[in-house]
């Protein structure tokens, strides 16, 4: 018997695994048959190669009958040439994971952040709406809105309807002033320097109605002039009041549109009664000049109060605001505007000529006939040499001239009021009416002597 050459046993990681094709994992393909002779020896295992059949069956003996050939050592070389051409096992690890960049990290984190905090934010706010506990800080109830009819608020309530704001345009540009109305007609009472010269005027009332106003007529010696508006219901008069019972203290409230500011409200006390002002005089002919016995107050008046009332503790009209004192122009720390420095026409003279206007367009002028030296330096108002043209100064059988005034005197008092100067002299006289009888106290030759004198009466201008 030929000898037998020992032959290890294949690896067991080649070994095929029993069963059928079909019982394999599909992850694992088998193994594809070599081409090899028809009707190969029996008892290979279907599939192997010829020269290995009977290593795989098993088996030692020769096919034929004849004696066996020795079966030759068989390895398997893993990185020589394979006639198998697929491999051994496929692992299907699926779909290769990518990860993840950095500053994709940080924009997830920072779209996170910003969403979970506007989310929170709003169920916050959402919260604390809802809440019943959420902060409400303390705060007085609604009170009465109602006040006594004699404090500023209650002043202003009552005159406010009444008060209206003019704006006037002329050939020399636009302006701003402030009136009162005075009956159910429509008239409406200002100052003059307001209207002068004007064109056109509107005239706004505090509920922000505006209408066109006609001018009715107006005086430049009281700078004094009424408007008048029509087809306007529900027109609401001021009360007047009486100047003379004004006294120094008495708390007064000013109403007007300052710098264009309608409706505004400012307050204060009479200051002084009977302050000589004197206001105008841009024509330099004396003609446009104003001569007011006015009632000095510290309540705020300003460019556009001219005009506006002076209203007392029960809402009547005592004044017509009408001029303020400033600074000095060569004052370098000069104020503009009020310094507490006003001034308005008392109503009882502003009565009288409001009247003569509305009745007959012009206003009359209470007068001595006389012409003052306006260039006398001394303390009173003295009687000129001669008159205007050469005429003479004591007008004949004027008011002076039956009264016994003679040129040259000077004339230091009117009903026991100091006179200082021509101007205080036709403020003091005007501040009556054509009629009235007058004391003066008259220095003449080194002696004082009193005369009395009933007031003529001249057209104003």
Known sequence: MADRQQIEPAPSWWSRPEGTAEGRHDT???PRPEDGPEGGSEGAAEGAPAGLAAEAAGGTGAVGGG???PPRAVRYDPWGAQPLQAPLQAVDR???????????????????????GGVGGYLGVLAERQSSTRLELPQAAVADKGRAPESVAGIAATALPGVVTLHVRSAKGGGTGTGFVL????????????????????????????VTAELVGRDSGYDLAVVKVSGVRGLQPLSLGNS???????????????????????????????RPVTAGGDKGDGSDISYVDALQTDAPINPGNSGGPLLDAKAHVVGINSAIRGADKDDPDRQ???IGLGFAI???????????????GHATHPVIGV????????????????????????????PGARAGIKAGDVITKVDGQRVRGGDELIIKIRSHRPGDKLTLTVRRGGREETLEVVLGSANGS
């Open 28 to 30: 694992v393909p088998a």
């Open 183 to 210: 009956d159910q007609q429509g008239h409406i009472l200002t100052n003059n320097h307001v209207v002068a010269d004007a064109k056109e005027i509107a005239v706004t009332f505090s509920t922000g109605e505006s």
């Open 67 to 69: 004696e066996a050939e």
């Open 94 to 116: 699926g779909r290769e994971r990518r990860g993840f960049d950095l500053w994709q990290v940080v924009a997830l984190a920072v779209g996170t952040a910003l969403l979970a």
């Open 244 to 274: 003379e019972n004004v006294k120094v203290g008495d708390p007064v409230v000013a109403i007007g549109a300052p710098f264009d500011l309608s409706n505004t409200v400012t307050a204060g006390i009479i200051s002084a009664t009977g």
């Open 346 to 360: 008392p109503i009882n003279q502003g009565k009288r000529v409001a009247e003569e206007l509305i009745r007959t």
């Open 336 to 338: 503009g505007g009020s």
């Open 371 to 398: 012409t003052l030296d306006m260039e006398y330096t001394g303390d009173g108002a003295r009687v000129g040499d001669k008159g205007e043209d050469g005429k003479p100064s004591v007008v004949s059988g004027g």
